[in-house]
Nanobody, 123 residues
C-alpha cells in the first residue's frame, strides 16, 4: 500500500488542523493505522493509532483530549484532527500502516510509511 499524508501547514497556538492520509494500491481496511511525528534531532514518536475497523484508538498522553484519529475505509483515508494546537506539536507528521492485528503504537510494527507533512505551530 502507498500512503500520502497531507494537510500540514503553518498554524497559531490554539488553532485546529486536520491531517489526511490517503491510501492507494490496497484497501486501508486491511491495516491498522497510526500517526507518528518527528522533529529535528529527535526520534520519531507515536501520536495516535486506530484499529482496522476503527473500533479501538490509542493516543500518546501529550495529545490525548486534543487529537482525534479516525478513518473512512470507504474513502481509503485516515484522519488526524488536531485541536488546541501547541508550539510543541510542531513536527513532520507521518502516517503508517501495519498488520490488522499489530500494535501499531510501535513504529517497528508498521510496514508502510507515507511521506510526512509538516505542521508548524507558532506561539
Amino acid at each position: 500500500v502507498q500512503l500520502q499524508a497531507s494537510g500540514g501547514g503553518l498554524m497559531q497556538a490554539g488553532d485546529s488542523l486536520r491531517l489526511s492520509c490517503e491510501g492507494s494500491g490496497d484497501p486501508l481496511i486491511n491495516y491498522a493505522m497510526s500517526w507518528f511525528r518527528q522533529t529535528p534531532g529527535k526520534e520519531r514518536e507515536f501520536v495516535a493509532a486506530i484499529s482496522w475497523r476503527g473500533g479501538t484508538t490509542h493516543y500518546d498522553d501529550s495529545v490525548k483530549g486534543r487529537f482525534t484519529i479516525s478513518r473512512d475505509n470507504a474513502k481509503n483515508t485516515v484522519y488526524l484532527q488536531m485541536n488546541s494546537l501547541k508550539p510543541e506539536d510542531t513536527a513532520v507528521y507521518y502516517c503508517a500502516a501495519g498488520p490488522p492485528d499489530a500494535d501499531t503504537r510501535s513504529e517497528y510494527a508498521n510496514n508502510y510509511w507515507g511521506k510526512g507533512t509538516l505542521v508548524t505551530v507558532s506561539s
